[in-house]
């Protein structure tokens, strides 16, 4: 029989968030059973809670950032045991059998990627996301917190970390390079610390200088205001990589202009109109302009084993969600830019039966 565990859902649109009972599947012989300790709070969960990028399936418990022990496993699972520290990310499953799922790109799964909510599991059942104390997930999509990161610093890292290591490496920052991230918020500042720790000649851009002191801490040698043209006219032609973290509609040929030539700026923010730009801004410096996803499991752990290595988490604040009102007041603040610099919901405090 499937099991029971408290979680936090939205009944509809526009609803305040509520504490339920749900129902995690049987262990499959390839499952893992997660006791899920924190849950970060991404901007995606707000998007998707809102109806903000097109219909949702409700009720819908979200939350991608998931950090938690391995209470159980099936009988065919190899690479995790109980008492395991492990985390689960965008993704609840693939295919494992297409190219792309093969090349360690799941996401881009040819038969579609189960997302970890609103989406549907290849059985038909609506999958519900970590805002829970428990999880089922197929052992393949599970991966290793290492010692050295906190739970709840790493939950963050499951989507914040990974969405911003996969093209920092990608598109080699490192000893050498001259990096700038545009805005300093849940994404930003994670790409401002691991692009630090790889090498890089860290920079930040922002729409004023309001967080350039803690810019400085978090790793970056130079804040930029946007909002300062003499500023922005003097940083022309200074970074090999500019890795764009929000989704406001920004003017790309501004931002093309403060490449060098043969120099790259990766979108990762979803801004809500289409992006324009001026055919010259990418010929005259043979410069790209481009997009990157999340990564796949392999590349998720790897990033996870490089934080550790290095002592990066998330910076985060806490939250008890046995008022749910303390988590529906999390998502204003995040979307009015007031949280250094990522929510974590401690799962433990969701109480159904209050």
């Not at 040929?253 to 790259?264: E, F, I, K, Q, S």
């Amino acid at each position: 029989m499937p099991t029971t565990t408290s979680a936090l859902s939205v009944p509809s649109a526009g609803a305040p968030f509520e504490a339920v009972e749900i129902e995690r599947r049987d262990l499959r012989d390839d499952d893992v059973r997660i006791d899920v300790a924190f849950a970060g709070i991404c901007h995606s969960d707000i998007h998707t809670v809102r109806d903000e990028w097109g219909p949702a399936h409700y009720p819908i418990v979200t939350g991608h950032e998931i950090a938690g022990t391995v209470s159980a496993v099936g009988s065919a699972v190899t690479r995790h045991k109980v008492g395991d520290r492990v985390g689960v990310g965008c993704l609840v499953d693939s295919c494992a059998e297409c190219e792309n799922c093969k090349n360690g790109q799941e996401m881009f799964c040819s038969k579609g990627s189960v997302g970890t909510y609103n989406a549907k599991n290849y059985d038909g059942e609506w999958a519900a996301g970590g805002y829970s104390q428990q999880i089922v997930v197929t052992e393949r999509m599970v991966v290793r917190i290492p010692e050295g990161i906190e739970l709840d610093e790493a939950a963050p890292l499951l989507c914040a970390g990974i969405t911003t290591y996969s093209p920092l490496k990608r598109w080699g920052a490192g000893t050498g390079r001259k990096v700038a991230v545009v805005g300093v918020g849940g994404l930003g500042h994670m790409g401002v610390k691991i692009a630090k720790a790889m090498g890089a000649e860290v920079s930040t851009l922002s729409r004023s200088s309001a967080k350039a002191k803690d810019a400085e801490e978090l790793g970056s040698s130079n804040h930029i205001a946007t909002s300062d043209k003499d500023a922005m006219k003097a940083a022309r032609g200074s970074f090999d990589l500019i890795l764009n973290t929000v989704s406001a509609d920004l003017d790309m040929d501004t931002y093309l202009r403060l490449l060098r030539p043969n120099g790259a700026l990766v979108n990762v923010g979803l801004p809500p109109s289409s992006l324009s730009v001026q055919p010259g801004s990418l010929i005259m410096g043979n410069k790209v302009l481009t997009g990157s996803n999340i990564g796949g499991i392999a590349e998720t752990q790897e990033m996870l084993d490089f934080c550790a290595e290095h002592g990066i988490g998330a910076t985060i604040e806490t939250i008890d969600a046995s008022d749910t009102t303390t988590v529906d007041a999390a998502y204003d603040r995040v979307v009015d830019g007031d949280v250094r610099y990522r929510v974590v919901i401690d799962t433990s405090t969701i109480n159904a039966s209050a």
